[in-house]
């Protein structure tokens, strides 16, 4: 089955910097997504975005399909930012692989 | 609109107990998840539905897990009998068919066998 690393495991930030997460992906696949679970334990859908770029607020997000990678960019940060970021790909059967995640935390 | 309604949020049991949690979809959505998240083995699709029929079970455990979905609004996911390595968050999700559609996550029922 597929594959799915994310990069980096954690990160601290100050409030106000940027950053970067990264999803590499082991085949092709039909359906990648970004969440946010926040210190509650919800799970938040941000962006479904198989190719190209989408933005939203402070958040932008880009696919690169050929190359089998995701970025998503977080612009200045905030407390609120904190939690795990997953991402989470399918290849045409609805049957979705999250990676391990990445654990943010933004400090203020 | 209403999102994904799962009950309960929190349930204790003690080890052989039945336990059955519950998911309402988003009204209008065909395609429904049960996930289950661990410290050790992260986010696991369990089992999904299509038009409430079942289409891949593959990552559920071991037979003391069933699954139905008696109907597009309703979903259990039961495990009998209990154990305490059963213990994680399940969550169930929806979506609707077709491109561009993504997942949609409830808040997730919190299960703690003891």
């Keep these: 089955g597929i594959q799915v690393e994310q990069s980096p495991p954690d990160l601290i930030l100050q409030e106000g910097a940027n950053s970067t997460l990264r999803c590499n992906f082991s085949d092709s696949v039909n359906n990648l997504q970004w969440f946010h679970q926040n210190p509650w334990g919800?799970?938040?859908?941000?962006?479904?975005?198989?190719?190209?770029?989408?933005?939203?607020?402070r958040l932008s997000a880009t696919t690169v399909a050929t190359e089998r990678y995701s970025l998503l960019?977080?612009?200045?940060?905030?407390?609120?930012?904190?939690?795990?970021?997953?991402?989470?790909?399918?290849s045409g059967t609805y049957k979705y692989i999250f990676g391990t995640g990445t654990r943010l935390k933004v400090l203020a | 609109d209403a999102g994904v309604i799962q009950s309960p949020r929190h349930e204790v049991t003690e080890m052989g107990q039945e336990v059955t949690l519950r998911c309402k979809p988003i009204s209008g959505h065909d395609y429904l998840f049960w996930y289950r998240q661990t410290m050790m083995r992260g986010l696991e699709l369990l089992i999904y539905f299509n038009n409430n029929v079942p289409i891949d079970d593959s990552g559920m455990p071991e037979d003391r897990f069933s699954a139905k979905m008696p109907n597009a609004s309703f979903s259990t996911l039961k495990i009998q009998p209990s154990e305490p390595r059963d213990s994680a968050v399940y969550f169930c999700?929806?979506?609707?068919?077709?491109?561009?559609?993504?997942?949609?996550?409830?808040?997730?029922t919190r299960l703690s066998i003891l």
């Design chain 1, 42 to 57: 919800q799970l938040i859908n941000l962006f479904y975005i198989p190719s190209g770029t989408k933005q939203n607020g």
């Design chain 2, 93 to 108: 999700a929806s979506s609707i068919s077709g491109t561009h559609q993504p997942q949609h996550f409830g808040d997730g």
């Design chain 1, 73 to 90: 960019y977080i612009s200045s940060s905030q407390t609120t930012d904190s939690g795990v970021y997953f991402c989470a790909v399918h």
